[in-house]
């Protein structure tokens, strides 16, 4: 593959990913800076590699690219300690509505969501992450975390019931503390 035709390619197949990989690789290492860092070296190490891409589905591609520079760059233990603050726009998450009330009501949600998302261990964020957020198939999650798909079903689950858990006993607890 001549360099010109490497170079559209390029452009053509894995650029439209871009928004994507930034929105996972910040999930991950919850920081705007380490993301934006995280997502340059993937794309670096993805036009290198993108000789010898054979097609498929590009966005898996990338996203496995994403995820191994991720645990590479930062090696990441089972056990996932806090390593940044955080720092998210949550304008992204939020609907436009010409209601202010009902626009307040939808970032507290987010909000939220956002804390809850990002107590859970990096094994169960990173499959909701591609599921629920980034839409991809059961497949694709299992391509790109190198995992069997029974796993990716398994830590779907126990991710889900976990935010479910955390969420359900904050909401107890604020109803609680309102109500002396």
Wanted: with cysteine.
């Amino acid at each position: 593959m001549d360099e010109l035709n490497k170079h559209n390619g390029f452009e053509q197949t894995i650029l439209p990913h871009w928004k994507t990989a930034y929105n996972f690789a910040r999930w991950l290492t919850r920081n705007d800076d380490a993301a934006a860092d995280i997502v340059q070296d993937a794309y670096l190490k993805a036009f290198k590699a993108f000789g010898g891409y054979r097609g498929g589905d590009s966005k898996s591609w990338l996203l496995s690219i994403v995820k191994n520079t991720f645990y590479t760059k930062y090696q990441i233990q089972k056990k996932y300690d806090r390593i940044f603050d955080s720092e998210y726009n949550d304008d992204e998450m939020v609907t436009d509505n010409a209601d202010p009330e009902i626009l307040y009501i939808q970032r507290e949600n987010a909000q939220f969501l956002k804390n809850e998302l990002e107590k859970l261990q990096l094994e169960f964020r990173e499959v909701i992450i591609l599921r629920e957020m980034e839409g991809l198939s059961y497949k694709a999650i299992s391509d790109i975390l190198e995992i069997p798909l029974g796993t990716v079903m398994s830590r779907l689950a126990r991710g889900r019931k976990c935010l479910y858990l955390s969420m359900t006993r904050q909401n107890r607890n604020e109803d609680f503390n309102e109500n002396p």
